[in-house]
């Protein structure tokens, strides 16, 4: 199958991006133990408090500023040189574009970019780690995080669908498919499609009953991975 028209689609999830220092939302310990969702990550937050939500995505872009791409983000880019590797995430952090990857949809935003709370569909790249209240687009209305909050549509679910139903491999990653639409994408590939899981925890045996579990960290396992079907 190795070759460069057989395409790989990788669906990825904050796991992937653990090992690299930023927090998963769902283990112990997570960023909904720390936050809830319905004061930081939903339009009715940032009615009621918008700086709350401001500050959220502050701390968490500052961190993200700092983070390095891992031997899994770095394994995805040398696929590329084999397999069509198309990259769904569903993280807002910019690791798999610092690893080099290139064709990424971001399924749920990205906090290194801001939109106009009046037009979503104009992106700003950010220059500082900040977004303040009183920062206003280019159409004079307030900046907010360019992210996908609970409640809001996932603008390029189509996109991503495609993808997936056209895939000769499918390697989710680092996600518990808790969150949809998202979660519904692996239900979007043929039966003759391969389909991977990496993630060092037990998973339900009937949501991944179709996903060939790989259990283990993703630094560990998706260089494994990678170089098993760089050598078929
Ligand atoms: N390697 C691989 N997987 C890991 C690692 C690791 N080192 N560490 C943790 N994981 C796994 C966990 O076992 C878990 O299954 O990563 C998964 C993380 O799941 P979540 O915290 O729920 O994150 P995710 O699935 O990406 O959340 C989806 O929810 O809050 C929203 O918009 C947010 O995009 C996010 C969405």
Redesign the pocket.
Known sequence: MKNKTSKIVIL?????S??SGL?????KG???DEYD?NDV?TPEAWEKDPELVLDFYNKRRSLVLEAKPNA?HYALVELENHYDVHIIT???DDLHEKAGSNKIIH??GEILKAQSVNDPDKQYVLNTSKIQLGDLAPDGHQLRPH??W?GEAVPRLEDAEELIMNANVLIV???????YP??NLIYACTDKCEKYI????E?SSVKFKNLIHIK????D?IPELVNELIHR
């Open positions: 990825s999830g904050a796991g992937i653990a090992e927090g998963t939302f769902r283990d997570g960023l909904w969702i990550a899994a569903q993280n807002i399924l749920h992210v996908v609970f990653i680092g996600t518990s498919l808790n969150v998202a979660a990496i993630d060092p925890n998973l283990g960290n993703a630094t396992k």
